[in-house]
């Protein structure tokens, strides 16, 4: 009852008092998207502005001319660290690091949850509790451990060596992901399926992964958006040629010519922001609907 | 051969005793129902006769062969989950045929089985469908499905009807009972509600506070309870009890009760009275169903010889369409008595009560066991 009675500001009466009070959410809400929307915009208008009109009217002035040239010359000419071939070549570096670290990442994230949720044994939750401390671990802590092993490895400056380093600090969130995710699934299946003669991976391949795309959905987007954003690492563990993208692009902002070519760094900037944005516009509504999801029922 | 037999079987969850000391000994195509509060066990007994649960000491055997480190898959039953637990992303066909998808059953096996439990069960239609899009019934049926398309040893039941309402829950049972009368497959059925173990089992288990109280084929369950709690618990209303005293009455054994109001009221026993009923003056608990307390009648001494009779004043009237149940006033005690409806009593009558003492039940008031 006290919730039906709760006042509700988008409720569909018309009284002016409400009309007020969902005017005010609306424009609060159009008005943090512009805030959070304007910066994007501007590294847009500036992608296709020529410099002089740049220097003109400034960063955020409005463009007064256009050309579509300054793209072709991020991608694949603009000169970065000594090398003039654009940054395709530190964008596909990008994807042969975020594939594979999500992937691994990701598969090895749902059957940690599988494990921890479904075949529990004794300690298992005292386990599970020390892999999500790894989520409140900050990079930094880990720089120097990881130099350390990557030395020991022979990984220092490859892309196997970033993708193991992601795999790994990628795990306490997977597998908090889907450990929280499978929880949900009534534990009678499994019982069920046991009495049926299914052993662990089948109940793993048949029952839990056909459950698991909601949940898969969000992991991945996850993981992919924090690795290819991800900076620290990069900076830190590569160089030169081996650079991915968001290391790439500091190099490129701080290249040996004096003059900054914002119209052909912003169109860089906005290459490598693509794919995590891309990625966005078409899984974001499975990702809320998996984040917000109860599981099954 | 017993089918199943339980030997000394304890269960603790750390420091929990859950189950303790159960003996049971199912033989080969009995139905038998363990029945009891909730709380009390069963499911827990069930799982453990799976093989889902481990046991803590004591044994299981199923068929003769014990299978206390047998893996559910190789104990040879079939099981099926109050929740059902259809696997939600594959079509009915493919629940019924995941067992034997694993078993490596070849498909020509699997498709007669398939036929065959679907028409067993009334579900050919269904087959190309997903859970979701069944009703309570169908996805009992096909739960049930699951289980016989495997034909084993030993079905197990943990409450299969308790998700269906009311009317369905008793066709659904009319139903497993007449499918336990054709196959006649040793079955164990949990259930918490008393009226399913009556109808369904060859024999019923109580259970409470993890010990089986009794083990035994309904009827005797229901006319001669071993302890208060299982006279409690079986029967709706449930048995009245009243506190009494061991008398004789001119020299032969009867018990007295508090009266309506001041003097005692002597009630004879039938005899020969059982060796064990003690010397007068000893505390009893006289347990009488409220079917065998109704309205005298001269006509009803003609077949029950041994009719008590005594007066009461009736405080609360609940009709229920076929009968009428009557709260009644017993010294301290209310007592509910069953009426015919068309000689239901009303509120604040004196009504002269026929009890019939041939069906009453003595309970030790200290031990609550069956005297
Ligand atoms: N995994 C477990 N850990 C600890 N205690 C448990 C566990 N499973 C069951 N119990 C306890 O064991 C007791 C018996 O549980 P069980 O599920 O067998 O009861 P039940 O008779 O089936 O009851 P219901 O009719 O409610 O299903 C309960 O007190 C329960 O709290
Ligand atoms: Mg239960």
Redesign the pocket.
């Known amino acids: 009852m006290a919730e039906a009675l709760r006042y509700d500001p988008l409720g569909p009466s018309g009284t002016w008092h409400r009309q007020r009070a969902r005017l005010l959410v609306y424009g609060l809400l159009t008005l943090f998207a512009l805030y959070y929307l304007l910066p994007l915009v501007v590294v847009i208008l500036n992608s296709f502005r020529d410099l002089p009109d740049i220097s003109r009217a400034g960063l955020i002035g409005l463009p007064s001319s256009f050309s579509l040239s300054y793209w072709p010359i991020a991608w694949s000419k603009f000169c970065v660290g000594g090398t003039c071939a654009g940054i395709a070549p530190f964008f596909f570096n990008s994807v042969a690091m975020a594939v594979p670290a999500t992937i691994i990442s990701t598969a090895i994230g749902a059957v940690n949850g599988y494990v921890l949720s479904k075949w529990r044994f004794p300690g298992s939750e005292l386990l599970f509790g020390f892999m999500t401390l790894g989520v409140f671990m900050p990079g930094q802590m880990v720089l120097l451990p990881w130099a350390v092993v990557l030395g020991w490895l022979k990984l220092t400056n490859t892309t196997a060596g970033l993708v193991l380093i992601h795999c790994v600090q990628g795990l306490s969130f997977t597998t908090l992901f889907c450990r929280n995710y499978y929880v949900n699934i009534p534990d009678d299946l499994i019982k069920a399926a046991r009495i049926d003669g299914a052993g662990f991976w089948r109940i793993f391949r048949k029952i839990v992964l056909p459950l698991s795309p909601p949940i898969l959905i969000v992991t991945v987007i996850w993981q992919f958006t924090n690795i290819w954003n991800e900076f620290l690492f990069a900076v830190i563990f590569s160089s030169g040629t081996h650079q991915p993208i968001t290391a790439a692009l500091i190099a490129l902002s701080a290249g040996g010519t004096s003059v900054h070519q914002y119209n052909v760094e912003s169109a860089a900037v906005l290459i490598a922001a693509a794919p995590p944005l891309l990625i966005y516009l078409f899984g974001g509504r499975y990702f809320l609907r998996g984040l917000t999801q109860g599981a099954l029922k | 051969m017993a089918s199943l037999t339980l030997r000394d079987l304890n269960k603790t969850?750390?420091s929990?005793e859950?189950l303790r000391g159960i003996n049971l000994e199912v033989d080969a195509g009995e139905f038998v129902v363990l029945v009891?509060?909730?709380?009390?066990?069963?499911?827990?007994?069930l799982?453990m006769i799976a093989g889902l649960e481990s046991v803590t000491s004591g044994e299981i055997a199923i068929a003769g062969r014990l299978v206390n480190n047998v893996p559910p898959k190789d104990r040879d039953i079939a099981m099926v989950f109050?929740s059902y637990a259809l696997y939600p992303t594959m079509t009915v066909r493919g629940n019924i045929t995941f067992g034997m998808e694993s078993r490596g059953v070849p498909k020509k096996e699997q498709a007669a089985a398939l036929a065959r439990v679907a028409a067993l069960l009334q579900i050919e239609k269904l087959l190309n469908r997903k859970p979701g899009q069944l009703s309570g019934g169908q996805r009992q049926r096909v739960a049930m499905g699951r289980a016989l398309v495997r034909d084993p040893a030993l079905f197990l039941f943990?409450?299969p009807l308790s998700n269906l309402d009311a009317k369905l829950r008793v066709e659904m049972r009319t139903e497993i009972k007449k499918l336990h009368q054709r196959l006649a497959k040793t079955t164990v059925y949990?259930t918490?509600d008393q009226v399913e173990a009556m109808t369904l089992a060859s024999r019923i288990a109580v259970?409470h506070q993890?010990r089986v109280q009794q083990f035994a084929v309904p009827r005797m369950v229901y006319d001669r309870p071993a302890n208060m709690f299982v006279a409690g618990f079986m029967g709706s209303p449930s048995m009245n009890f009243v506190p009494a005293e061991v008398v004789a009455d001119e020299g032969r054994p009867a018990i007295a009760i508090a009266g309506a109001n001041g003097p005692a009221v002597v009630l004879p026993l039938p005899e020969p009275t059982p060796n064990s009923l003690g010397d007068r003056g000893r505390r009893v608990v006289l347990g009488v169903r409220p079917e065998h307390l109704t309205r005298y009648d001269r006509r009803l001494r003609e077949d029950k010889p041994h009719l008590a009779t005594l007066e009461a004043p009736v405080e609360v009237v609940e009709p229920t369409g076929a009968e009428t149940m009557a709260v009644v006033r017993l010294g301290e005690r209310e007592v509910i008595a069953r009426f015919e409806a068309d000689a239901a009593p009303v509120v604040g009558e004196r009504v002269t009560l026929a009890l019939d003492m041939a069906r009453a039940c003595l309970f030790d008031a200290e031990t609550e066991a069956l005297i």
Not at chain 2, 36 to 45: A, F, V, W
Request: hydrophobic fraction near 30%.
């Open positions: 969850f750390g929990v859950v009891g509060p909730s709380g009390c066990g069963k499911s827990t007994l799982a109050q943990d409450e949990v918490h259970m993890g």
